[in-house]
């Protein structure tokens, strides 16, 4: 079983669009959570953490299910500049694991005008 | 944010040659790792790289085919040996600060072998 399973896509929205990913995670343990974002051909870079309480940045809302071992992300009124892969990642939580970061196959996001 | 500096950005070599990349930190980091990412698919770790010790390996990769250093806390390299067109990917070095902390990448290598 794999640590992150992703919804994997792609999805094809239109600009001011709300869309939402869904991830799952194996590690009842893992205690950090982030989303990533990657552009065609480019590094990935943090979009943001997950806080249990869920958080806001913007346009972009996280939030994190213990129970169900589920984290999600929205996005509001999108722009095509949101067009990317989505990376979901989770942290490892003990031993030779602790520190690795665990990370979704992604989840491709395509906003068209 | 650390700024990482990943370099050659890109090359193309020929098979049976080796090429080490080489990933310089801005500040000192407590952990450095090395990703292989092919198109389209998922990161792949490589190897965790320990500051003045052997890197910690992950299951399918080993030290002849791609030997690590890590001399210091600022700098790490990664070279790929033997090479084969199977290798050619993007490997993208990252840092993270503390066990519960996102990892930072530099800007990949793409290395495309013939």
């Known amino acids: 079983r794999k640590e992150v399973e992703q919804d994997p896509g792609p999805f094809n929205v239109p600009e001011g669009a709300t869309v939402a990913f869904n991830c799952t995670y194996s590690n009842s343990a893992s205690q950090s959570f982030f989303w990533y974002r990657q552009d065609c051909r480019k590094e990935p870079k943090l979009l943001m953490s997950?806080?249990?309480s869920g958080n806001e940045d913007g346009r972009f809302t996280a939030q994190l299910n213990r129970a169900s071992q589920y984290i999600s992300l929205l996005i509001r009124d999108s722009k095509l500049s949101d067009s990317a892969t989505y990376l979901c990642?989770?942290?490892?939580?003990?031993?030779?694991?602790?520190?690795?970061?665990?990370f979704g196959r992604g989840t491709q996001l395509t906003v068209w005008p | 944010s650390a700024v990482i500096s990943q370099k050659p950005s890109r090359d193309i070599c020929q098979r049976g040659t080796s090429l080490t990349i080489q990933c310089q930190v801005d500040?000192?980091?407590?952990?450095m790792f090395w990703y292989r990412q092919q198109p389209g698919q998922s990161l792949t770790l490589i190897a965790t790289a320990n500051q003045g010790s052997e890197a910690t390996y992950e299951s399918g990769f080993v030290i002849d085919k791609f030997p690590i250093s890590r001399p210091n806390l600022t700098f790490s390299t990664l070279t790929v040996s033997n090479m084969s067109p199977e290798d050619s990917s993007i490997y993208l070095c990252?840092?993270?600060?503390?066990?519960?902390?996102?990892?930072?990448f530099g800007d990949g290598t793409r290395l495309s072998i013939l």
């Open positions: 990642v989770v942290n490892g939580d003990r031993g030779s694991t602790l520190g690795r970061l665990y």
């Open positions: 997950v806080y249990s």
């Open positions: 500040s000192q980091v407590t952990m």
């Open positions: 990252s840092v993270q600060q503390g066990a519960y902390q996102p990892q930072h």
